[in-house]
């Protein structure tokens, strides 16, 4: 009987405009993903547990983010809110994967970098299911890879 070649899951994705985008995993077991927001580079966290992605109170003006106040507040796996503020119509590029008109909320995530000080990692904000919801996001864990889905 002759055995069958199974395609890899990167050429069945690559064959459905799916493209890798490499991962690194943080002595923390978080995971690390490069991209470019309005154009500047940044290191951010891939949470699939968040729901939208945010960005440090600290880094608005190296994104040059336009703020709006809003009343509405941020709840994470603990039980404190924290105050959020929107930024709209910004340009998200993670690899060859991009989105324009974007909304990201700006957050204190001062937080996050000191539990990633230890390990002498610092980021600038957190990549949420909103992005990997629209970009139809694959993770093989195992290769440290992240598939997002060109438009067409």
Known sequence: MKKLNKPSLKSFLKAQDYFPVKLKTLPSGHHLIKAKLNGKKGNFI?????????????KVPYFKLKVKETDHK???????????QLAKK???KIGEWGLKKMQVVVMDLSHINQAL???DIQVDGIIGADILHLAKAVIQYEKE???LKLKK
Request: aromatic share 6%.
């Open 74 to 84: 941020a709840t994470g796996a603990g039980t404190t809110e924290i105050d959020i």
């Open 117 to 119: 000080s230890v390990f």
């Open 145 to 147: 890879l992240l598939y």
């Open 46 to 58: 891939l949470d699939t547990g968040a729901s939208t992605t945010c960005i440090s109170q600290e």
């Open 90 to 92: 910004n340009k998200l």
